[in-house]
Structures are given as structure tokens and as C-alpha cells.
């Protein structure tokens, strides 16, 4: 099994074994929600990102044992969401961003 | 389009919508999503642009444009912009005239028309948005387009806003600034103008700034003929 950077990590929307198995449901139901009926509440790719992405450099995807990275690299699913969204935690990219 | 196909279409769907509901009493056949929703028809998210004070030179809108949204502010054929500044002038009379030109976020968008996969679509609340889940990169909706407002993304992109999602091989353009909007902001180039040229708001209540205004002094739309009734007007054209 890949060893991956959890990130903040602690209690998620739903328990481990679920989200292993649904997280593409959900976040493919939100996409839709988001972008079609400007619904912003609830759980979003911006929230999973903000726990989960690492404390050391705020990325979910930018080492091998990313929180995204790593799994995905593991069972070999290609990973197309960042290829548009960003992987940064926002608090960090606004950081970034002002330099 | 006439005013026929609209009625039918209209029809479909409230039929479509009441077979939906009444399967069976008591019980329905989607889950009624949470959170707010915007109601269809009870918002019009519009902009009216005030020409006489819009300074020739000034630059304030597209900049504030591109940082907001992760542009790279370059005018190449083949870099995005999502607004730009225009400068007209009346041959005969020699009037000039310096405005803001944007996705017109039109009631009738051509855009939405001609997209094959159903990615250009329009909100409920009257905005015209590319949902780049479903685009393709076909530039259809760039050809509709009488505006010249949508741009196509050549190249790979990186550290783009996490509240703007932007990628190679999409169509994308003006949002106005609709994550903003959803968070009871406004565009971020009316924020940014120091003249309040562009002045935001809902066309549909009649109580608000920009309703009064259109409603009080001479508007024009850009390419009326084309009866597509764009959602940004211009004042002083």
C-alpha cells in the first residue's frame, strides 16, 4: 500500500474506507452543483485540499506521496482535475500570490 | 430563434418536469439538492457601462482582470483576455470614445447554440459561463461569438487561482467574476475602476442601483440587431 502525506488529515466528511471508494462520486456531484447552480456550500475539491494538503510545501499533488499523487500513481488512474484546478491550499497561493 | 420554438421548448419542459415529479405520490425521483439555488428568472446579473467616464488610456479594469483570474495580460493572438479596452472614433465628427468590452452575457448567447457537448451554457441567473468539465476545444462558440469575447487556452497552465480554474484546451472568458458573485461580491474590474464607469447589478429588481439607472437614462446594447438582449449595456455610445 502507497504511504501518503495525509496533511492536516483528522475527521472527514465521511469515514476512511467510504471516501476511498466514493470521493470521485462526490466530487463529480459537486462539480455539477458548483458550476451549473452556483451552489458553493458542502464539500468541494477547495475543502479537500485545504485539510489535505500538506503541511510541508501545501500541495496535494506536488511529490510522490502527495495526498492525490500517491494513490492515484499506485493503482494507476490518471489524475486529470489539476490539470485546470489548482492543488495549492488557498491560504498558501494568496501567500504566493502577494510575493 | 422565434418566439414559438421558445413556448414549445418552454412546454417540454414544464411537462417533462411535472411527469418527473408525479411517478408515483408522495415520492420523488431526484434528491432536492441543499444549499442556496438560484431560481430561474428571479435575478439578472447585468452591467452598465458609463462611456463618458471612461478614461482613454485607462487600463484599470483588464488589469484587475487579469490578476483576479490568473491571465497572463499579454495581447497576442493566442493569449486569453477576457476584457479589453476599446478606443472608437466617429470619422465625420471626430468623437471618441474609450469603453470596456467583455462577454456581453447575452439572454440569447450563440455561443450556448452552437456548442456541441452542452459545455457553453447559461446560469439561471443570467450569466454565460463555459463549463470546461464538458468542453471539448472545438472554438464554435468563439466563431458565434459577435462579440470576439472568448479566448482559447494554447498552452499548459500552472498555479492558476484556486477559485478560478483555468486549462489547456478549453474556451473560457468573462465569468463575471461569478465565484465573487456567489459570494455576494462583485466583478473585480468594477471593483477596480476608479471612475465607476462600470456600475454591477440585478437588471431584474427594480429597487437596485443599476435597474433605477437603466431605467432613468439612454442605454444602448452593442449589436442590438442581433436581438440576442445582452446583459451589459453601454451609456453615452
Known sequence: MPKLDIGKGGECVKDTQWMRKNHMHMLKHQRDETVHKGNREGSSLKDCIECHASIKDDSVIAREDSFCVACHKYEAVKLDCFECHSGLRKSAWLKRDAK | ?237
Not at chain 2, 446594447?221 to 442581433?226: F, G, N, S, T, V
Request: proline letters at 5%.
Open chain 2, 1 to 237: 430563434m422565434s418566439d414559438i420554438d421558445f413556448q414549445r421548448r418552454n412546454f417540454l419542459k414544464t411537462a417533462a418536469g411535472a411527469a418527473l415529479v408525479t411517478v408515483a405520490p408522495g415520492m420523488l425521483l431526484f434528491d432536492v439538492a441543499h444549499g442556496k439555488q438560484i431560481e430561474a428568472g428571479k435575478v439578472r446579473w447585468g452591467m452598465l457601462i458609463d462611456t463618458a467616464a471612461c478614461k482613454p488610456g485607462c487600463n484599470d479594469c483588464v488589469t484587475a482582470c487579469n490578476k483576479e483570474n490568473g491571465l497572463s495580460g499579454g495581447t497576442a493572438a493566442t493569449d486569453s483576455q477576457w476584457i479589453r479596452k476599446i478606443e472608437i472614433k466617429d470619422i465625420s465628427s471626430g468623437r471618441e470614445v474609450s469603453l470596456p468590452m467583455m462577454c456581453q452575457h447575452c439572454e440569447h448567447p450563440p455561443c450556448v447554440d452552437v456548442c456541441p457537448t452542452g459545455a457553453s451554457f447559461k446560469r439561471a441567473d443570467g450569466i454565460v459561463l463555459v463549463d470546461k468539465h464538458r468542453c471539448i476545444g472545438c472554438r464554435y462558440c468563439m466563431m458565434a461569438c459577435p462579440y470576439k469575447a472568448r479566448s482559447f487556452v494554447h498552452e499548459p497552465l500552472h498555479d492558476q487561482n484556486p477559485d478560478v480554474p483555468r486549462g489547456k484546451g478549453t474556451v473560457e472568458s468573462c465569468t463575471l467574476c461569478v465565484h465573487r458573485i456567489d459570494q455576494g461580491g462583485q466583478p473585480a474590474c468594477a471593483e477596480a475602476c476608479a471612475n465607476k464607469v462600470i456600475l454591477f447589478g440585478d437588471l431584474n429588481d427594480p429597487n437596485s442601483e443599476i435597474a433605477q439607472k437603466v431605467k432613468a437614462v439612454v442605454s444602448t446594447q452593442i449589436r442590438a440587431d442581433l436581438k440576442l438582449n445582452p446583459g451589459v449595456r453601454y451609456q453615452g455610445l
